[in-house]
């Protein structure tokens, strides 16, 4: 299906607006998954032109997704990843958990971006930074496309080796999504030590319905459940 390439608009408007040199894109994967880390990836490209076929990582074969991200990790003037993990999920929610792992990502940076575009509506960021959401920024803006692929391919091939040591689970395939292979795996042999064990899936496992972690939240908000699929899939 063909595609607009992503451009540089949203970063030449914050540069013209706020005077912003560096600008980072930041995009995650890994939200929707009952296994495995949330991971995040800010991406700092300038105004070159991309590479040939760049776009959200969702609209790319793996083969095409894998090479491009080789191509993309030598082309960007810099990125880095950061990761919240399974624990840190459960202890925190979403929300708080993909800021965790967007600062690990921004602050590894090797100069600190003066503004950031963010995918999607909501700025789970917050100050100091300065954000910019962009709905499909995944695939409209450079920076935050680039971000999108390198994160996805660094996160499957993390679940990829995690699925080594739980080869029933199919983590090579699914990186820890819902599929008809993970989801036997868990009604057989319950969840494994990277699984989010405060998720509502367990809701639907008698046998394992124990392991389930309730958080505590000291300031009273609701747990932040936005992306949890449901056992019925």
Request: with cysteine.
């Amino acid at each position: 299906m063909p595609y607009e390439p992503p451009t540089h608009t949203v970063e030449r408007s914050l540069r013209a607006t706020t005077g912003a040199k560096v600008i980072a894109g930041v995009d995650e994967v890994g939200r929707g998954a009952w296994a495995g880390p949330v991971t995040v990836c800010a991406a700092v490209t300038g105004l070159r032109r991309p590479p040939e076929g760049l776009t959200d990582s969702k609209l790319l074969t793996v083969k095409r997704r894998t090479a491009l991200a080789v191509e993309l990790e030598k082309w960007v003037t810099a990125y880095a990843l950061g990761h919240a993990s399974p624990e840190e999920i459960d202890q925190l929610g979403m929300t708080a958990a993909l800021r965790l792992a967007a600062v690990r990502a921004l602050e590894a940076l090797p100069v600190r971006p003066d503004a950031v575009i963010l995918d999607g509506k909501h700025d789970y960021l917050g100050a100091p930074w300065r954000v910019r959401t962009v709905i499909k920024g995944d695939q409209s803006c450079v920076a935050v496309a680039a971000a999108s692929v390198i994160a996805k391919v660094q996160r499957d091939k993390m679940m990829a080796e995690l699925g080594i040591y739980h080869a029933d689970f199919g983590f090579a395939a699914n990186a820890g999504y819902p599929s008809p292979v993970h989801k036997a795996a868990l009604e057989e042999r319950g969840p494994t030590p990277y699984h989010r064990l405060s998720w509502a899936y367990l809701d639907a496992l008698p046998q394992w319905r124990h392991l389930k972690k309730a958080r505590s939240w000291a300031d009273g908000n609701v747990p932040e459940i936005e992306g949890q699929l449901g056992f019925d899939f």
